[in-house]
Each structure stands twice: as structure tokens, then as C-alpha cells.
């Protein structure tokens, strides 16, 4: 039987291994999907160690501290600078290679293009962690100026503070890359302006639990059009499934 599963922290509730461990039994795939809840990334040895794996996803908070742990990236991963996929190579003597890969990209880029319009030239990323890299580096690929905002100050980055109308009108594409709002505290959404938000704006969450985030209701209820994370789910695990399949 083939072994994989998702590391992070916390994993109070995955779409993973839903969805894997699902596919496994619909299409009667000798496998099983488990979730390795890691308190500290330090503790990520002894799991490759203990158990044959076949594949990992990553998750929250591990998606670039994992690098240092891995054998090589591929070029996408390098490009990102954050992996949410590992595929275990053995050899004949059972030594494991990892590879880490990043399939959030192309998750995100096909979930998010049917839903582009030639006034989405510019783009703010909510948030500077992993799945942000791979946000940041899709729009890129795609030809929309990105800006990061986050809640520290830093050069080259904007902070909510610095959120106004003049820079709302000027970044039609908003992305939510935090995990504001996802269950159980759907009470909570990143702090912008969202008065300012017209029907010509995007919004899209990462977050897919709840299904409206606070986020989406407050873009949707000032006309903008708001989408969820769920999809670009669905695309990086099947592009997951490929890769450990390769």
C-alpha cells in the first residue's frame, strides 16, 4: 500500500485528505491518505524516517521552512521559493530522494484566469507567507503588477494602514493569502477598506471553508465578483496526483 498524507499545523480540518482518500477508494487505488500534524518542523525527520511514504503535501506554516529539508526543488518550486509537494524517489537500496514541487501556481492560475477582465492590471497579495509566493509568482507569469500587504512595514510592501480609495481603484485584483476567516473563525477578514470596492473589482480567497468567507460576503455585498479557494484546490492536487505518478 502506497503512503501519503499532509503536514502542517495546525490540521484541524483538511481538504487533502477528503479528497485523496475519496479518490483512493472510488478508484479502488491501493493507498491511503493520513494527516502528520507537526508541532515544529524540527520533527519532520523523524517522520520521513519512521514511515515509507510515497508523497507529502505542505501546508501552513511549513511551505518554505521545508526547503532546507529536501534533496531538490524543481524549477517551479526555486522560482517560488515555497514547496507544497513532495515526491519520495527510493533506490534499489531504500534511500529516499525529495523532491519538493509547487502546484498551488497552477492551481491558482486556471481557477482564477476565466474570471480575468483586461482592467485587472494591477493586483495586492494580503499576506507574505508561503501560498503568497505562489500567488506572486502566477500573476507575474500572467503580466499583472503585483504589491504585497501586509501587517508589517516593510520596503517595497504596503500595510492595511496604507489602504485607501486611490489604491483600491488602482488594484482592481485583491487576493487574500491569509488564512483570515477560515473555519472555525469565519468572524474574521483581512482589514481593508472594503467601502471602497466597486463591481469592477476581483476578489478571490484562498480560504475554501467557509464557502463565503467574511471577505468574499463584503466584496459580494459592494458589487465585486468573489471566488474561493476551493478550485484552486482541486488543481493542485490533481496536479499533485500527476506528479507523484510521474
Not at 531504500?94 to 491558482?108: E, H, P, S, V, Y
Request: proline content about 4%; overall charge negative; glycine content about 8%.
Amino acid at each position: 500500500m502506497r503512503q501519503f498524507g499532509l503536514i502542517g499545523f495546525p490540521l484541524g480540518h483538511s481538504f487533502s485528505k477528503k479528497y485523496f482518500s475519496e479518490k483512493f477508494q472510488n478508484e479502488n487505488i491501493d493507498a491511503r491518505y493520513d494527516l502528520y500534524e507537526l508541532s515544529n518542523i524540527s520533527e519532520f525527520p523523524n517522520l520521513r524516517n519512521s514511515i515509507k511514504l510515497s508523497g507529502l503535501n505542505v501546508t501552513i506554516p511549513y511551505k518554505e521552512q521545508i526547503i532546507p529539508l529536501l534533496d531538490k526543488l524543481d524549477d517551479t518550486a526555486t522560482s517560488i521559493g515555497a514547496v507544497n509537494v513532495i515526491r519520495f524517489d527510493y533506490d534499489n537500496n531504500g534511500k529516499a530522494t525529495l523532491t519538493g514541487f509547487n502546484t498551488d501556481a497552477i492551481g491558482f492560475e486556471n481557477s482564477l484566469k476565466p474570471f480575468l477582465k483586461p482592467h485587472h492590471k494591477k493586483a495586492l497579495i494580503l499576506g507574505t507567507g508561503g501560498a503568497s509566493k505562489a500567488i506572486l509568482y502566477t500573476l507575474q507569469q500572467l503580466g499583472i503588477e503585483c504589491s504585497y500587504v501586509s501587517r508589517s512595514t516593510r520596503e517595497g510592501q504596503l500595510t492595511y494602514s496604507d489602504l485607501n480609495e486611490e489604491i483600491l481603484n488602482d488594484n482592481l485584483l485583491i487576493v487574500n493569502a491569509t488564512p483570515l476567516g477560515t473555519f472555525p473563525k469565519t468572524d474574521a477578514c483581512p482589514d481593508i477598506p472594503y467601502q471602497f470596492l466597486t463591481d469592477k473589482h476581483l476578489l478571490f480567497d484562498v480560504v475554501y471553508n467557509p464557502a463565503e468567507t467574511l471577505f468574499m460576503k463584503k466584496g459580494r455585498d459592494a458589487g465585486a465578483t468573489a471566488l474561493n479557494g476551493e478550485e484552486m484546490l482541486i488543481g493542485q492536487a490533481i496536479a499533485a496526483w500527476e506528479i507523484w505518478n510521474r
